[in-house]
Structures are given as structure tokens and as C-alpha cells.
């Protein structure tokens, strides 16, 4: 008799293609579809571009412009330009700015379940909601698998989340995430796979499903996943997509590593406060807490249902007098109904800001608010500074949160005064006009030419690993240092193309300093090292955090732990992921201690495991590397090992 299968093991078995998940510590997948957005897609096409390949190879690969749609200065229209001429030139459909967010719109109008989704951006699991194994990953992986190359993940452990009876009224979907989050927090699920299961699914329109999909990202999986059911057929068939639908839920008897249940009657209204999306309280506990700005939208809640939901609330009513309040929507879809239904009219008496289809405010590209503000948002990351800001406090709550306290201006709990649920809708409107270059997809348009104003450099490569390693540890920071940290967005976000400009800002909110230290180190023949604390590179899959360094002579990082995409991404630019063999170690450094790592090109190529020699005597790093991240690290990153 056949093995009873999960749907993670159904969608992984049919596109496994390296490796044996039963014996091997890392598994190589097929990939069907790839998404970019334009903050890491300008560097995975120049990628893309420099493999060779005369056409995408994916079924399906869509270059959309979300992140960077505040055109100040020529930089980002000149990305945009770019990026629209080399998705004509490829055979990838591309998403002019203005139609929306990556991830709202892969999810209408194109993922389709049991199949395989990469994407540069770490929100990508979005597409789990709808029955695919998305997955986000550097610019540089889907570069390689739009040329037709496996990716390659952790053979995941599958954990069961199983989801009973229904939310009440005012509690939503990103009240259940944060429940996860409290109970797994933003560490150690690195290799884990969620799988959402029991009779609860069922209650969730697929809209809620992928925001819970998109938030796991904030726990470190490698992606998060629902069945395919009723459910996702209806939302196909709105979507006027009923071809893209497979049934797909897991055989009676089916395993997992590990199994967590919820009661859904039981979850309560939920808020991440500052400055982790797994520092998780009740929204009863913050109740009457004054508001100085309340931002809705974002990939993790920009549906139909949650902006219309947020229109019930302030149906007929005005925002409070001392709170802004800005609403981004993740379509024109989305804005095409509430036009239709009266919603936007409705919004816009209410005093809200109305915003572009984009990630903006998320990113701190737009909206940053005022000194010590307390915001309440509904997107997924709350990291300290990341709002443009640094003294503010941003908590994140449901759309439901935001809209009930956005009338009085404090912290309201949206139980006391539900409004109806919205339905999920029978017929979608659909307006693919700014799809550009559908009917090419896949074929590309010879002979085009590619634009490149000079805000698009090249891509820097790496260097072979040197046998020896003279270094000083020229940072060390703490715990939980997301790539925001790292490589800062917002106001530096429309540096992505050009990295010897955007390295300047390399940590400059831990240490301004960084950028120029580095240099001078390398003029004296020493190498960069990182030394850090637990889940280092927390966050988003932006490979400019170690593209970047790499560029100002990082060669290693000793850390106590790493996360999932950050690593792959140091790997990939010839970085060598150290963690501390013993965690206390981390004391024995100091930041500008000389480090000798003496026979590091052969820990690399041997066991991982290697001696460091600093001031205060030595200490063991290791480091657990497949036969194909030793290669990549030994060439020097993977453009280097082309
Ligand atoms: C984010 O939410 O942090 C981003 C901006 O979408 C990033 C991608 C990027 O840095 O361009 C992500 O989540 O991967
Ligand atoms: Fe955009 Fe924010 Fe989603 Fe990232 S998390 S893709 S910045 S909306």
C-alpha cells in the first residue's frame, strides 16, 4: 500500500528532483513559477542575464513593481524601465507599477495550487493560502531557476497546525497568525514546513488563508501551506481561474513531525508590540493606549475582505481628530470593488488617506510617523526603525483592531462591536491590463533592447576562498539582527541597482560607522567578520545583506545562529556561515578583535569545524554545509562558480 502522503510531501514528491528526503539533509525542487518585485528583481535579472539563457524556463515567471513606486530622483523610474525591457526581452510577464502588491496579485490572478512557487521576496509563502509550496529566497535563486536550476531547501520537518471550530466576530486571520507566533515565536523553525489542517480550514476564505501563509514568514519557516479545497475552488472560479484548480488535502493517516492545535472559537484579538512580530499580547491589554497613526494594507492584509471590512467600521463615522490614518490596497482588483460597492466613498468621508496599490508604508517608503508616534498597522514586520522612524513604536493588529480604534484614536477591542462578515465574492472583476507581455510569456521578444540608466550597475562577483583568513571582527551586534538592521530599505531602498552606493549604508542603523571601517580593513589586506547573536538575518530575503557585504570584504560571519534565507544568501555570495560551537563563545570576542582563521579554506571543504584565534584566546565555529554549498562558498559565491 502506498504511503499516506500530507500535501507538503504530495507538492515536494512530485517536483523532488535531487537528493532523497529520507536520508538526505537538503532535498533540490523544480520550480514552476518565479515572482521579483523591483527591489531585489533589478539585481536577480542582471543575474539572470549574466547565466546566458536565451529565455525564462519556468511555466509562468512575473517581474512585478511594488516596493519602490515613490519616484524621487531618477533612480527608481530608471529600475523600472529596466526591469520592463528585460522582461519583454526574457518572456516574463510584467506587473507595471501601480497595479499593486507582488503577492495580493500572484495570488488572484496566478497561483495555482500543487504547484511550485520562488520568489525574491520572503512574504512569497503568501501563494501556501491557495495550495502552493511558495517560497522566498534570494534574487539570485530565482535567477537560477528562471534559467530551469533546482532550488534547493532544508529537508523540511512538516508540522501539523490544526485549525478547529471558527473565529468569532471581530477576530481574523492575523489574530491566528499571532497566535502561532506567540506559541513559536521568530526563532528556531528554521527547516520546519507548516501545514494547516482540520475541519477549521474549511471557515477560512482563501484571502484569510494567505495572510496566515504570509505572516509564517515572520516565524522563519520555509513556508507555510493550506490544502486545496472547496474553498480554493470558489475563489478560482471568482477569479474566472476555475481551470487552475487541483483538489489537494492529505490522505487519512497521513504523519507529521509535530502536530499544534487551535481552537479558532478561542482566539482572541491579538498585537505584535515593539520590536518583534513574536513579541505577541492582547489587544485587551493595550486597550485605551492612545494612537497617533493607524496604517492598513500591506501583502499581509490588503484583500477585498479586510479593506471592506475596515469600511463597515467606519461606515457613516470619522476618524478620530489626533489620528492619521492611510489605507493601501493590494490591487486595482481590490479597488476596482470598493469603488463599485461604495467603500472607497465611504473611507474617504471617514478622513482616511487613501495610498497607492503598494508596499510604501510597510517598507518605510512612505508615511514614517511622527517622533515617538504609537502606530497600529496590519502588515507583518514591526522591526525597530524599519517604519522610517526610528523612535516609533509600531504595533501590528487585524484589520478589524485598526479600524475599531481608529474611530476614538485609541486601542479598541473590535469584539465589543463586530460588524457582519464580509462574504467571500462570487465573481472577482478582472482586468489584467497591466499585465504586460502575457501573450509573449515563456518566448520573449528578440531583438529588444534592454534600458539601463545609470542607476543600474553591475553586479559585483566574489573571490575564491582563501586558504587562510587574517580578519577583525569589524561588527558585533546581538540577537534577532533582521536584514533591516543589515541593509536598511525606505529612504536607501532606491540604491538596490547600484551596489558600491547602497553598501554605504551596509548596518547604518547599528553602527554608521561600518561601511568605511570595512574599507580601510580591506586596504590593509584584513577580511571583514560579522560576529553575532541568535537569528541572525532575521526577516526579509534581501541578498543585498550579504551581496553588499561581500562587496566590502566580508568573508565570514560567526554567529550563534542564522536564519534560513539569510544563510543560503551568504553562501551564494561566498560568505562562509559560521555558528559558534559553543554559544557562550560569543563572549570571547570583542568588535575590532584581530581573528586569525587559520585552515579555513579546509574546515570548509572537510568537516566545517574550525579553530578562531582572537585576543582572548580561541574558540570553535562550525559550519554544516552541503557538497554544493562547499563549492559555491569555495569559488567565491554563485556567479562566481558559473
Ligand atoms: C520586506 O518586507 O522586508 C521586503 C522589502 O519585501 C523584503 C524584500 C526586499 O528587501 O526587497 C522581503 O520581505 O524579502
Ligand atoms: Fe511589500 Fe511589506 Fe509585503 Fe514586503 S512585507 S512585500 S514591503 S507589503
Redesign the pocket.
Known amino acids: 500500500m502506498k504511503k499516506p502522503l500530507n500535501v507538503v510531501e504530495k507538492i515536494l514528491s512530485a517536483h523532488l528532483v535531487e537528493g532523497d528526503p529520507a536520508t538526505d539533509a537538503e532535498i533540490g525542487i523544480r520550480i514552476d513559477q518565479t515572482l521579483t518585485?523591483d527591489?531585489?528583481g533589478t539585481m536577480a535579472y542582471l543575474q539572470f542575464e549574466s547565466m546566458g539563457v536565451p529565455r525564462v524556463k519556468t511555466d509562468l515567471s512575473v517581474s512585478y513593481v511594488d516596493?519602490n513606486t515613490v519616484q524621487i530622483g531618477y533612480e527608481n523610474a530608471d529600475d523600472h524601465d529596466f526591469l520592463q525591457s528585460i522582461a519583454k526581452k526574457y518572456g516574463v510577464v510584467f506587473s507595471k507599477c501601480g497595479n499593486g502588491i507582488c503577492h495580493q496579485l500572484h495570488l488572484e490572478r496566478f497561483g495555482k495550487p500543487g504547484t511550485t512557487l520562488l520568489g525574491?521576496?520572503?512574504?512569497t509563502p503568501t501563494g501556501g493560502g491557495i495550495g502552493q509550496v511558495a517560497i522566498?529566497a534570494g534574487g539570485i535563486d530565482i535567477a537560477v531557476a528562471m534559467a530551469g536550476g533546482a532550488f534547493h531547501i532544508p529537508t523540511p520537518k512538516v508540522r501539523a497546525i490544526f485549525l478547529k471550530n471558527r473565529l468569532r466576530k471581530g477576530v481574523s486571520a492575523k489574530d491566528v497568525i499571532l497566535t502561532v507566533l506567540k506559541k513559536f515565536g521568530t526563532k528556531g523553525n528554521v527547516g520546519w514546513i507548516f501545514e494547516y489542517c482540520g475541519p477549521g480550514v474549511a471557515t477560512l476564505d482563501v484571502p484569510s488563508r494567505a495572510t496566515i501563509a504570509n505572516m509564517g514568514?515572520e516565524l522563519g519557516v520555509t513556508t507555510s501551506v493550506f490544502p486545496s479545497d472547496a474553498v480554493t475552488k470558489q475563489f478560482l472560479v471568482a477569479q474566472g481561474r476555475g481551470k487552475d484548480f487541483v483538489k489537494l488535502v492529505a490522505d487519512p493517516g497521513s504523519e507529521y513531525d509535530d502536530a499544534f492545535e487551535i481552537d479558532l472559537a478561542k482566539v482572541e484579538p491579538l498585537a505584535a508590540a515593539p520590536h518583534s512580530p513574536g513579541n505577541v499580547v492582547t489587544v485587551k491589554s493595550m486597550r485605551g493606549k492612545k494612537v497617533n497613526q493607524i496604517l492598513i494594507g500591506s501583502c499581509t492584509n490588503s484583500s477585498y475582505r479586510d479593506i471592506r471590512t475596515v469600511a463597515l467600521y467606519l461606515k457613516g463615522k470619522h476618524v478620530a481628530d489626533d489620528v492619521e490614518v492611510g489605507i493601501a490596497c493590494g490591487s486595482r482588483q481590490v479597488v476596482n470593488m470598493l469603488a463599485k460597492d461604495g467603500s472607497l466613498a465611504i473611507l474617504h468621508a471617514a478622513g482616511c488617506r487613501m495610498l497607492e496599490n503598494a508596499?510604501g508604508f510597510?517598507?518605510g517608503a512612505h508615511m514614517s510617523p511622527r517622533t515617538g508616534a504609537v502606530s497600529l498597522r496590519t502588515n507583518?514586520?514591526n522591526f525597530e526603525g524599519?517604519s522610517g522612524t526610528k523612535s516609533a513604536q509600531v504595533y501590528l493588529v487585524s484589520p478589524e483592531t485598526a479600524a475599531a480604534s481608529a474611530l476614538t484614536g485609541k486601542v479598541e477591542v473590535p469584539t465589543k462591536k463586530p460588524v457582519a462578515a464580509v462574504a467571500a465574492p462570487k465573481k472577482f472583476p478582472v482586468d489584467d491590463a497591466m499585465f504586460l507581455y502575457r501573450a509573449t510569456a515563456g518566448k520573449g521578444v528578440k531583438g529588444t533592447e534592454i534600458v539601463r540608466g545609470p542607476n543600474i550597475a553591475t553586479v559585483p562577483k566574489g573571490e575564491p576562498l582563501a586558504k587562510d583568513l587574517a580578519g577583525v571582527a569589524a561588527i558585533k551586534v546581538g540577537d534577532k539582527i533582521t536584514?533591516?538592521h543589515i541593509?536598511p530599505?525606505g529612504a536607501r531602498?532606491k540604491f538596490?541597482s547600484n551596489i558600491p552606493q547602497y553598501a554605504k549604508f551596509v548596518f547604518e542603523p547599528c553602527d554608521p560607522t561600518f561601511h568605511d571601517r570595512c574599507l580601510a580593513n580591506r586596504e590593509k589586506g584584513l577580511a571583514n567578520v560579522i560576529v553575532a547573536g541568535e537569528s541572525y538575518g532575521q526577516?526579509?530575503?534581501?541578498e543585498?545583506a550579504a551581496l553588499c557585504p561581500m562587496y566590502l570584504g566580508v568573508k565570514a560571519v560567526i554567529a550563534k545562529s542564522i536564519e534560513r534565507?539569510h544563510r543560503a544568501n551568504l553562501i551564494n555570495f561566498g560568505i562562509v556561515p559560521f555558528t559558534f560551537a559553543d554559544p557562550a563563545d560569543y563572549d570571547k570576542v570583542a568588535a575590532g578583535d584581530r581573528l586569525e582563521l587559520k585552515g579555513l579554506r579546509a574546515a570548509v571543504e572537510g568537516d566545517g569545524t574550525l579553530t578562531v584565534k582572537g585576543p582572548k584566546g580561541t574558540f570553535a565555529v562550525k559550519t554544516a554545509l552541503s557538497d554544493r554549498e562547499k563549492h559555491l562558498i569555495l569559488c567565491g559565491g554563485l556567479l562566481a562558480s558559473l
Open positions: 518585485q527591489a531585489t516596493h525574491s521576496d520572503s512574504h522566498g514568514a508596499c510597510c517598507i507583518n514586520r524599519r536584514t533591516d541593509m530599505a531602498l538596490r526577516g526579509s530575503s534581501r543585498h534565507i
